[in-house]
């Protein structure tokens, strides 16, 4: 059993480690037992998303029959039977160990199916339910592993850093995301700069375009401002990690300002030689220093 376990924790780091880049090298700052429970909700987390965007050439009953039977080999996992799924172990030790908010996994699941046949969201309220069990949940999820001096008060800050990281991502990715035939940028927000769908799939950063995705830049900033507060909150040894995850998923965000917001062009990417000196001055900041993004 604790082969089983130890491979299932070594699945989700090596999930970790192929797909997430800029958290994975973050998470390297955290203690090493703190570490391995990180990886296993990332995998978890990951191995969810793949399901929904990895099969894309079947059927999306097909795709939503597949998600359902993993979800019901989590939750078989979760009544304590048994399972011999790669990853499961290691989430299931991880939940039980910190005794972890089901609820939370239950609205990760939910936005997962949403996936399956949503492709466009009106309004910013209706993606922020969207984002509130794709994204929002994973910053309540991470809080009891991190731990803080005040996890009451640590609480909404850790939802709005799953905002902000998202909602980069979804900035970031306008391309790709229209490829699955998805944009989450809201309707409503493209409509104030008279952009459509159509236009988007032209994959032209005309003026409107860009003028869109630099309003989408500056409410991002808005989460990672409301995000900030948290992470003084946290224990000293989870802060270097934390602010390190912060200011490189933030610096996304400068980049796709360095490219005029031409988000078609090249995908925005932190360069190496900022995220090794953001790494290390995050080693060297005192524990409890209010939280910035990087100039």
């Known amino acids: 059993m604790e082969t089983d376990l130890a491979a299932a924790y070594e699945r989700c780091r090596e999930l970790?480690?192929?797909?997430?880049?800029t958290y994975y090298l973050a998470t390297r700052l955290l203690p090493?037992?703190?570490r391995r429970h990180v990886h296993a909700l990332y995998g978890f987390t990951r191995y969810a998303d793949e399901i929904v965007d990895r099969t894309e050439s079947r059927p999306s009953a097909e795709r939503a029959a597949i998600l359902t039977e993993w979800s019901d080999r989590f939750l078989a996992g979760l009544r304590?039977?048994?399972?011999d799924d790669a990853l499961l172990p290691a989430v299931l030790h991880t939940i039980a160990v910190f005794d972890l908010d089901l609820d939370d996994f239950?609205?990760?699941?939910?936005?997962?199916?949403m996936d399956l046949t949503v492709t466009g969201y009106p309004t910013y309220?209706?993606?922020?339910?969207?984002?509130?069990?794709?994204?929002?949940?994973?910053?309540?999820?991470?809080?009891?592993?991190?731990?803080?001096?005040?996890?009451?008060?640590?609480?909404?800050?850790?939802?709005?850093?799953?905002?902000?990281?998202?909602?980069?991502?979804?900035?970031?990715?306008?391309?790709?995301d229209l490829e699955r035939g998805r944009v989450y940028l809201p309707e409503e927000h493209l409509a104030e700069?008279?952009?459509?769908?159509?236009?988007?799939?032209q994959g032209v950063a005309t003026p409107?375009?860009?003028?869109?995705?630099?309003?989408?830049?500056?409410?991002?900033?808005?989460h990672y401002a409301l995000a900030a507060p948290g992470i003084p909150l946290l224990e000293p040894a989870s802060q270097a990690c934390m602010r390190t995850a912060f200011q490189l998923y933030g610096g996304i965000l400068d980049e796709i300002e360095a490219i005029d917001y031409d988000v078609f062009g090249r995908r925005a990417t932190v360069p190496n030689r900022r995220r090794a000196a953001v790494a290390v001055r995050s080693l060297l900041t005192r524990p409890g220093t209010p939280v910035q993004l990087a100039a």
Request: hydrophobic residues 45%.
């Open 32 to 34: 090493a037992w703190k």
């Open 80 to 83: 304590g039977e048994p399972t």
């Open 16 to 21: 970790h480690r192929e797909h997430g880049r």
């Open 125 to 176: 309220d209706d993606l922020l339910d969207y984002m509130d069990g794709s994204a929002a949940v994973i910053g309540t999820m991470m809080l009891p592993i991190l731990g803080s001096s005040d996890p009451v008060a640590a609480r909404e800050p850790a939802r709005q850093l799953g905002f902000a990281f998202q909602l980069t991502n979804f900035v970031r990715d306008v391309a790709e």
């Open 106 to 113: 239950a609205k990760f699941l939910r936005s997962m199916t």
């Open 193 to 201: 700069f008279g952009v459509t769908r159509r236009i988007l799939q």
């Open 208 to 222: 409107a375009v860009k003028a869109l995705i630099k309003a989408e830049v500056a409410r991002a900033r808005e």
